[in-house]
T-cell receptor, first 114, second 109 residues
Framework: IAGITQAPTSQILAAGRRMTLRCTQD?????MYWYRQDLGLGLRLIHY???????GKGEVPDGYSVSRANTDDFPLTLASAVPSQTSVYFC?????????????FGPGTRLTVL | GQNIDQPTEMTATEGAIVQINCTYQTSGFNGLFWYQQHAGEAPTFLSYNVLDGLEEKGRFSSFLSRSKGYSYLLLKELQMKDSASYLCAVRDRDYKLSFGAGTTVTVRA
């Protein structure tokens, strides 16, 4: 693989179910991020991790949890999904050591909660 | 936190120039980014400004004025493939990005 991958590509989920969105990068980037993108609201940060073993809350963290056990993986878990979590979810990573440190985005997961 | 404003939509003709403005209010500025996002795809990095002035990259240029909290993205010699959303994002000192809602540019033949 090259870059960032996300799985699944799309998912329809019943309300109340638990769901984990997977994100893996092979660029050895220190920092990783989870965003949700909703029409008219743009990308909003859910959680982030500046390095393996650490995580932080973004703008809209409620109802979501993350873990960062190693450099490559950054799963996002919805413990009990609700319809308002219907969105497109993007994972991103950045080097965070020098220069612009632009974020590279995965292809996204389209989640529908019914 | 950040408060980022950009126009919702713009339309231009193939071969023309379009300027997308972005204004922001920030509690800790550490750079401004422009991303391009085609429908159904992931955002891709276009440009980065951290000092005042103009950065040019081929047909795309980005300008920053930190004292005015203002940036613009200039797209020259528009092509049909430039039809996309353009996202303005401000980075804080913790390296977190805050995004504007995006500007959808439609290029007409």
């Amino acid at each position: 693989i090259a870059g960032i991958t996300q799985a699944p590509t799309s998912q329809i989920l019943a309300a109340g179910r638990r769901m984990t969105l997977r994100c893996t990068q092979d660029m050895r980037h220190n920092a990783m991020y989870w965003y949700r993108q909703d029409l008219g609201l743009g990308l909003r940060l859910i959680h982030y991790s500046n390095t393996a073993g650490t995580t932080g809350k973004g703008e809209v963290p409620d109802g979501y949890s993350v873990s960062r056990a190693n450099t490559d993986d950054f799963p996002l878990t919805l413990a009990s999904a609700v319809p308002s979590q219907t969105s497109v979810y993007f994972c991103a990573s950045s080097d965070g050591t020098s220069g612009p440190n632009e974020q590279f985005f995965g292809p996204g997961t389209r989640l529908t909660v019914l | 936190g950040q408060n980022i404003d950009q126009p919702t939509e713009m339309t231009a003709t193939e071969g023309a120039i379009v300027q997308i403005n972005c204004t922001y209010q920030t509690s800790g500025f550490n750079g401004l980014f422009w991303y391009q996002q085609h429908a159904g795809e992931a955002p891709t990095f276009l440009s980065y400004n951290v000092l005042d002035g103009l950065e040019e990259k081929g047909r795309f240029s980005s300008f920053l004025s930190r004292s005015k909290g203002y940036s613009y993205l200039l797209l020259k010699e528009l092509q049909m493939k430039d039809s996309a959303s353009y996202l303005c994002a401000v980075r804080d000192r913790d390296y977190k990005l805050s995004f504007g809602a995006g500007t959808t540019v439609t290029v007409r033949a």
